[in-house]
């Protein structure tokens, strides 16, 4: 397992998620839009980076690019039209639900690192059952979606910043260990 500087990856994603959910909490419903394509297209380039450059298996690493590019298509859409509510909700609950699910599986072919499998999955949980609940609230208003978003983002930035210290604490000792197996002296007799 080489981990490296990719905890900083997933810790900042989720700083930025956190930080985007504070702000869901405390802007305009007009300013939402933007800032749901803004989140998508950092989450999105974090995420490939992360498919990128992980020392995973090639399915997990495809299924977590998959999710990465969802993000930035849908940031496309949010930047290109101005949706209306139905279609704004729809929109992030449909990217919830495909991006959750993409997730889940990549953490089902990730075997090295249980913590890490564990983590993705749990974002990919959470992402699913909250496209499922926004998706089947069809009076759902955008402060509702506001609210919905900013609650998720704070949960799976949490999740991201456990995921990240988890990764970095399993590099340190990764590391010392190579260390200590480096420095020990070897059993060889002395003549």
């Known amino acids: 397992m080489h981990v490296s500087w990719r905890w900083i990856v997933f810790v900042l994603r989720g700083v930025i998620a956190i930080a985007a959910g504070i702000t869901a909490f405390t802007i305009s419903v007009d300013a939402a839009k933007m800032l749901f394509a803004a989140y998508f297209v950092v989450d999105?380039?974090?995420?490939?980076?992360?498919?990128?450059?992980?020392?995973?298996?090639?399915?997990?690493?495809?299924?977590?690019?998959?999710?990465?590019?969802?993000?930035?298509v849908v940031a496309g859409l949010f930047f290109a039209y101005a949706p209306n509510t139905t279609i704004l909700i729809l929109a992030v609950a449909l990217w919830a639900i495909a991006t959750g699910v993409l997730e889940f599986f990549a953490a089902l072919f990730i075997p090295k690192i249980p913590a890490l499998s564990w983590g993705i999955a749990l974002v990919g949980i959470a992402s699913c059952a909250v496209g499922i609940v926004v998706i089947d609230w069809t009076n759902l208003a955008e402060i509702g979606l506001l609210y919905f978003f900013a609650t998720y983002a704070i949960i799976a930035g949490g999740l991201f910043v456990s995921l990240g210290i988890i990764l970095a604490r399993a590099f340190h000792r990764e590391r010392t260990t190579h260390r200590e197996r480096t420095t020990t002296p070897s059993s060889t007799p002395s003549s």
């Open 44 to 72: 999105g380039v974090l995420t490939i980076v992360l498919a990128v450059r992980l020392a995973i298996p090639r399915r997990s690493r495809l299924l977590i690019g998959a999710d990465g590019i969802i993000d930035l």
